[in-house]
């Protein structure tokens, strides 16, 4: 005998499966949405960005130059080297932030030689990427022969510096004592006029050591001293 259909079963099986269908539909937008999230995590920091004491986050151009307040004393600084021949010579260039603010400062016949080696800056670029952002931000005073941009280990150039007696040094690359003692060394070696320098504070003890040692700071103005 050949089994009935009673309609009374086959109606909530097609209903359940129009409402599967029609959840099918009114989810899918919402289920591509879950997938994506789940399927691509946000991609790790590079491990150069993630080194001791390297960051960019929190990044500000401040960083990246001397305190404002002593911008007044390096700039007049500046304007009192116009009196002597000779070039003004930053050691540690990092991004030209400083050297902007001496070019602002300087007779235009003066010239800045700014000296890095692009080994060290507070945000973790790497050393080619920081030569070019700092070669960008130092392109106009290049080109117009205001400043020159070394790229050179600072002893190097110690070594085979040639040119007249600096009218000023401005002394900022590594701040320990010895190697501040042969920066402030080679400085009175070829005769500098005015020698100065970065981070004379407490963070420092060696550059405070062997600025004191040499007569201490005739001028500080926030870190920045001059002998
Ligand atoms: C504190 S930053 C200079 C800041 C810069 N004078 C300013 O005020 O904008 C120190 C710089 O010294 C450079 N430096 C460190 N050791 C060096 C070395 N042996 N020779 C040349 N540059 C060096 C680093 O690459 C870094 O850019």
């Not at 305190?67 to 007049?76: D, N």
């Not at 300087?106 to 080696?117: G, H, N, R, S």
């Amino acid at each position: 005998m050949p089994a009935t259909t009673d309609r009374t079963d086959v109606a909530p099986r097609v209903t359940s499966r129009i409402a599967r269908k029609a959840w099918r539909e009114v989810s899918r937008p919402i289920r591509r949405m879950l997938d994506r999230e789940t399927v691509a995590p946000p991609s790790l920091p590079k491990p150069y960005l993630t080194g001791e004491g390297a960051s960019i986050a929190g990044f500000h151009p401040q960083q990246a130059t001397v305190e404002t307040a002593a911008l007044p004393l390096v700039q007049r600084l500046v304007r009192e080297s116009s009196r002597f021949p000779g070039p003004i010579i930053e050691i540690g260039t990092l991004l030209g932030v400083t050297t902007t603010h001496m070019a602002l400062a300087k007779a235009p016949e003066q010239k800045i030689i700014t000296v890095d080696l692009y080994c060290w800056n507070p945000w973790g670029l790497p050393p080619a990427v920081h030569e070019a952002l700092t070669s960008q931000v130092l392109a106009y005073l290049v080109a117009t022969g205001h400043v020159e941009r070394i790229s050179m280990d600072k002893d190097e150039f110690f070594r085979t510096y040639q040119g007249p007696p600096p009218a000023m040094v401005f002394l900022d690359a590594i701040h320990d004592y010895p190697e501040t003692k042969k920066d402030v060394e080679w400085a009175r070696r070829v005769g500098a006029q005015i020698i100065s320098g970065h981070d004379y504070c407490d963070e420092f003890p060696g550059v405070k050591q062997i600025v004191d040692e040499c007569g201490g700071p005739r001028e500080l103005s926030a870190s920045v001293w001059v002998l």
